[in-house]
């Protein structure tokens, strides 16, 4: 059974929300790159700019970035569109509201039908 990454900060900390974004691009980039491709598949590469991360296998790309104005994580998916996740101090999560789910389950999700990889 795969394990779920999460990054869990309490927001009665002095961190802003741009450092819990930065952290928690940081921890979808390990956890992609800990994920299996499966032999013969074609590799998947994963770049980290500044605010975003970007997996692509030459074909499809997935692009998970911090967008400043609305202090939210957006996600572009060739499978979804365009998703959202705001931090939900509560929860203490990236949560996306409006699909009810959790930003690392759900990247996760899909880049493993994407990409055809096995979780790692």
Known sequence: ?????SFMV???SNTDL???????L?????MVEAME????????SCDRGSDSVEITDGENSYLVSWHAPTSQIW??????GSVRFAYDSEK???WDARGNQELFTFVKAEVC???GILGG
């Not at 059974?1 to 990454?5: D, E, F, H, K, R």
């Not at 741009?18 to 928690?24: C, E, M, S």
């Open 92 to 94: 203490e999560c990236w």
């Open 1 to 5: 059974m795969a394990t779920v990454v």
């Open 26 to 30: 940081e921890s979808l980039l390990v």
């Open 113 to 115: 039908d994407i990409f």
């Open 37 to 44: 491709v499966p032999e013969g598949s074609v590799p998947v």
């Open 10 to 12: 309490s927001m009665s």
């Open 75 to 80: 996600v572009a998916s060739p499978i979804s």
């Open 18 to 24: 741009w450092t819990l974004a930065n952290g928690a």
